[in-house]
């Protein structure tokens, strides 16, 4: 990334490396680093004689352009009789080294494309990467290791850099926005960041050499940047969606919780704006930042050719819930005081499936609440919106009354910043909220360094006509699931994201209401970029673009083209889940160091799931029948009984009444009310108590969320029949009209109208493989048969 030490506002002020080109000899590669403006040039040494250590060098020396030559001209001489020094190739960072039975190979950017800018600080994304091995000497190695090298090579490889990989040598784009602006943290620390993805690629030198100028922070889900209007002002909007390495795979290789509190699909969405102002201008920036994942409960689902929608098998190993609890006090350390549940699967179901775990999850949170004191109690949320959706109630308006809800309660970050070129080329932003969150500071003391904070953005800003507005803060986070946190999700996130940006067009002065219409062009848009988010997450995790049945509504799209469109992804996805997730979970593994291959040890290939080696992924029995919800009993985690630990934020004082968005209510008002809660969606729907009286923060609200008819046609449960069928008359059957748009298989899709042709795609199929796609049936010998 950049250089060692960032000292402003946690982007880089000291110089970066951002143009590296390689050389060789026979025992050495030598790697070149200039700044942007070509003051500034590094050496690198990576000694090629011993393959089977990975030996760095780095030349402390700051040298000019000529002196730089002049060494290379040197080298050159003093190995002229070995070949000189050659030209290997231009690249623009490390991705890290990699070994696996032979010698080291060196993963590198050789091109880059520009996606964007936030405050001036560019963001790339790859658009071509290389391998090149370290050594010019292999390991002279049996046949075996030499095919199994091989092997592992081709299936790293498989992890392709140039698709939902950005990276930035200025800005920390793997934190959030607010906490660039708050910390003051070392280039080192930013690659302990859970969104890191080359954290373990990049240990080696980074431990070497103490600092991150060679190497670049790969961060792996979404990143969009695009300029809107409202009331004919331009703004841009910046959509990131920043996917955990921790716990990370595929749908049903990775579900739920693990020992250390990790959950599957673990994403965090930040939502920047910022004015369309000329460049080194004051400008007002807003983000808000919510989060999904997994249900955090042990449980799992067995990928099946059989079935489109496998057994949920539930674990008893952790009846206090322990890990659980990790899971939250994980989410109290990143964002605060209070978090916010929104659950979103079914409440009620012909035979029990998502309302295990919604009944589990209820009983968890409650156990966890008794524990904790009553600020810091969990927000409990759950929607089952499928009988709403019958009713052609209007879900996103649903939605958004939950938003405003949770945005009530957590407010938005907002500032004003100057961006100042230094001399050396690089941007910091001139205003600093850093220690702003320290632990050991007292109310007072935050208090002092807010009004610090505004004096110097104030005095930044002096020349400017108009007067500053105070900044704002975003403490707390809403948490949205449903089973894979992908489909209903991502609808429920594009409500939040409308809700916040009102709110954020409205603290910069941009409009006069903080309430979008969803009538304008605006909604559109915004509607796009995360209905592409949606496609993007879904297909890393799911292996499909996202059902995006409530947006095709929502534009008013024919029926039959949405039909059609939301079988091709479901087979596509079933495909993917039951015939290549398991080399993209290995790759995966491979590539965050989950598993490393040792002398005399199976291959990742032998191994028959990633329990072997990936913590936190229990063992469970397989049920013989289908539809049944398999629970078994373990050891649990702990014996300490959970009432008697600590809140989740004992040792941190909560940030409360810094944001002009979060009004000043106490948590009895909030979680406690009966009136408060039908406010929201009306009187119709229930609010329950405990047996005592109290507030029971596991179900807080009970409005059913659209999954058969509404965003998820692969989520619904129907009857399942019990005749087996050999998967290669599956396969045979999948292959007729298994054919995609190159945007299914890429990262967005856009909702279009389809052709005639297209629209009778359902007929080209036997009616009972269509209602095996379509309603989950277990597909039979029966079902096959040609219309």
Known sequence: MAGENGSDAGLHSSPYLQKLRLYETRSNFYMIGRDKNRTLWRVLKIDRSNPSELTVVEDSTAYSEIECCDLLRRIHEGNRSSGGLKFVTACYGIVGFVKFLESYSMMLITKRKKIGAICGHTIYAISKSEMIPISKFPIQSNMAYSKNEKRYKKLLSTVDLTKDFFFSYTYNVMHSLQRNLRRNETGLLHYESMFVWNEFLTRGIRNTLKNTLWTV???????????????????????????????????????????????????????????????????????????????????????????????????????????????????????????????????????PRETILRTEFATAIRLINKSLFKENRLRFLHWDLNRHSRKATNVLALLGRVADYALNLTGIFYCQVTPNCTQDGLLTLSCSVQNYESPAKSSSDKTD???????????????????????????????????????????????????????????????????????????????????????????????????????????????????SQEFLRTLQRYYNNAYMDAEKQSAINLFLGNFQQQEDKPALWELDSDQHYCVGRPSFKRSLSD??????????????????????????????????????????????????????????????????????????????????????????????????????????????????SPSESGSSIKGGYRTASELSILDEFPEGFVNWVTHGDMLTPLNLTSK
């Not at 934020?649 to 039908?678: D, F, V």
Request: with cysteine.
């Open 217 to 351: 922070a790969l961060v792996y889900g979404f990143f969009k940047q695009v300029r809107l209007f409202v009331s004919g002002k331009s703004f841009f909007l910046t959509l990131i969606a920043r996917r955990s390495r921790h716990y990370a795979g595929t749908r049903y290789l990775k579900r739920g919780v693990n020992e250390k509190g990790r959950v599957a699909n673990d994403v965090e969405t930040e939502q920047i704006v910022f004015e369309d102002v000329n460049e080194g201008c004051p400008s007002k920036i807003s983000s808000v930042v919510q989060n999904r994942g997994s249900i955090p409960l042990f449980w799992s689902q067995e990928t099946s050719r059989l079935n489109l929608k496998p057994d949920i098998i539930l674990s008893k190993k952790d009846p206090n819930y322990e890990a659980t609890r990790l899971h939250f006090e994980d989410l109290d350390m990143r964002y605060g005081n209070p978090i916010i549940i929104l659950n979103l699967i079914k409440g009620s179901e012909k035979k």
């Open 449 to 563: 360094d807010i009004d610090k904070f505004e004096t110097d953005v104030a005095n930044d800003n002096e020349k400017c006509s108009e007067t500053v507005k105070h900044p704002m803060f975003q403490t707390g986070v809403l948490r949205t699931n449903c089973i894979d946190c992908l489909d209903r999700t991502n609808v429920a996130q594009y409500a939040y994201g409308l809700v916040a940006l009102g709110r954020q067009l409205h603290a910069m002065g941009l409009t006069e209401s903080r309430t979008i219409d969803q009538n304008i062009p605006l909604t559109e848009d915004l509607m796009g970029v995360y209905e592409t988010m949606g496609d993007t997450l879904a297909l890393q995790y799911g292996g499909s673009a996202a059902h995006n049945k409530i947006f095709c509504q929502r534009r008013g799209q024919w029926k039959a083209t949405t039909q």
């Open 627 to 740: 539809g049944n919800i398999v629970t078994e009993t373990d050891s649990p985690l702990g014996d300490s009984n959970i009432g008697h630990h600590q809140p989740l934020s004992e040792n941190r004082e909560t940030l409360r009444g810094l944001s002009e968005s979060t009004p000043a209510i106490t948590m009895s008002e909030i979680s406690y009310s009966r009136m408060s809660c039908r406010q929201l969606f009306g009187e119709e729907d229930q609010v329950y108590y405990d047996e005592n009286g109290n507030e029971c923060n596991c179900t807080n609200f009970d409005l059913e969320w659209l999954s058969s008819s509404g965003n998820s046609c692969d989520e619904d449960i129907f009857d399942r029949f019990t005749t087996r069928l050999s998967s290669e008359n599956i396969g045979a059957e999948l292959n007729v009209g298994m054919t995609t």
